[in-house]
């Protein structure tokens, strides 16, 4: 099993900046992927970004550019570096954790809101 802990959401302005982190409580590079979904309100939850056991990263298009996943490896943390932000991207944001193709894990979310 993995916890997950999201923390850094919150309110910004539009053209504004966060950063989320997910604390998982073991070591991140063993995990088999850990990703970033969001969830806006009366809308599906949808994928954002994605990093991959070898460090290989993948992104929606709709973040292409503006967002960066990573990961610190002696912090056992992931991070979500969001720039540029709108009001559409106003949603929960929820970490994922899989310790293999099977056993996924989420965290509890945390709430971006993109508003002037």
């Known amino acids: 099993q993995v916890q997950l802990v999201e923390s850094g959401g919150g309110l910004v302005q539009p053209g504004g900046s966060l950063k989320l982190s997910c604390a998982a409580s073991?070591?991140?590079?063993?995990?088999?992927?850990m990703a970033w979904y969001r969830q806006a309100p009366g809308k599906q939850r949808e994928v954002v970004a994605q990093?991959?056991?070898?460090?290989?990263?993948n992104y929606a298009d709709f973040v292409k550019g503006r967002f960066t996943i990573s990961r610190d490896n002696t912090k056992n943390t992931m991070y979500l570096q969001m720039n540029s932000l709108q009001p559409e991207d106003t949603a929960v944001y929820y970490c994922?954790?899989?310790?293999?193709?099977?056993?996924?894990?989420w965290g509890q979310g945390t709430q971006v809101t993109v508003s002037s």
């Open positions: 994922y954790a899989a310790i293999d193709a099977w056993n996924g894990y």
């Open positions: 073991r070591s991140v590079s063993s995990l088999y992927v």
């Open positions: 990093i991959l056991l070898g460090g290989t990263t």
